[in-house]
Structures are given as structure tokens and as C-alpha cells.
């Protein structure tokens, strides 16, 4: 069983700029490690779908972004992999959300099982 917290949310303005950390702990399967599992951020704003922001796929070769953020987001993790970040720059109004961090043991976290509690961004005009 993992656990996963976000923390660095908060409150800017537009043009602003955010950092979110999610520390994950907890059990890892039976001969995975942290190398093995992909992790990732989605974000659900007040009235809309929870969507995916960005992940970084098991063993870190590679990052999906989608579209909205791509250009002005970064998601990164620590060397043991059981940090992940997500770096987010020129923050606009509609990136306000509450952000999760997610992670699973496949290797693109199309549907990850284990998800934190969130934290809140908002980004003022």
C-alpha cells in the first residue's frame, strides 16, 4: 500500500509561478522498487472532469504533458523516484484546480490506484 502527499499549493497570480511536491511512502510490491512504478499529476477544477496534467512513465524515460500545460509545466522526480515535482510557470487563471499526484505499477499510469488528497491551486487574473 502507498501514500501519497501533495504539498506547495497555494494562491498567485497570473504569470506566477508553483512548485508541487508529492512524497510518496508506503510498501512497494514484492521485488518493485520506486524505479517501477509511474507517477503523475491530474488536476479537477470547480465543475469540471478530473483530467491529466503530466506523468512520468516507470523507470523515468519519458513525460507526457497535456496540451494546456506543455511549454510551461515540468514534472521531475528525485533520484530514488519516491519524489515526484511538478514545476509550473506563467500560471494562468485557468489552471486553478485541485491538484493530485497519482501513481501505479504500470508504466504510463493510464489508471493508477493510488492517488493523494490534493492540493489546492488558484490563480487570480
Known amino acids: 500500500q502507498l501514500q501519497l502527499v501533495e504539498s506547495g499549493g497555494g494562491s498567485v497570480q497570473a504569470g506566477g509561478s508553483l512548485r508541487l511536491t508529492c512524497q510518496a511512502s508506503?510498501?512497494?510490491?514484492?521485488?518493485?522498487?520506486?524505479?517501477?512504478?509511474?507517477m503523475g499529476w491530474f488536476r479537477q477544477a470547480p465543475g469540471k472532469e478530473r483530467e491529466e496534467v503530466a506523468i512520468i512513465t516507470a523507470g523515468g524515460d519519458r513525460t507526457f504533458y497535456t496540451d494546456s500545460v506543455k511549454g510551461r509545466f515540468t514534472i521531475s522526480q528525485s533520484d530514488a523516484k519516491n519524489t515526484l515535482y511538478l514545476q509550473m510557470n506563467n500560471l494562468k487563471p485557468e489552471d486553478t484546480a485541485i491538484y493530485y499526484c497519482?501513481?501505479?505499477?504500470?508504466?504510463?499510469?493510464?489508471?493508477?490506484?493510488?492517488w493523494g488528497q490534493g492540493t489546492t491551486v488558484t490563480v487570480s487574473s
Open positions: 508506503g510498501s512497494t510490491y514484492s521485488g518493485y522498487t520506486w524505479n517501477n512504478y509511474c
Open positions: 497519482a501513481a501505479d505499477s504500470d508504466y504510463d499510469c493510464s489508471r493508477p490506484k493510488y
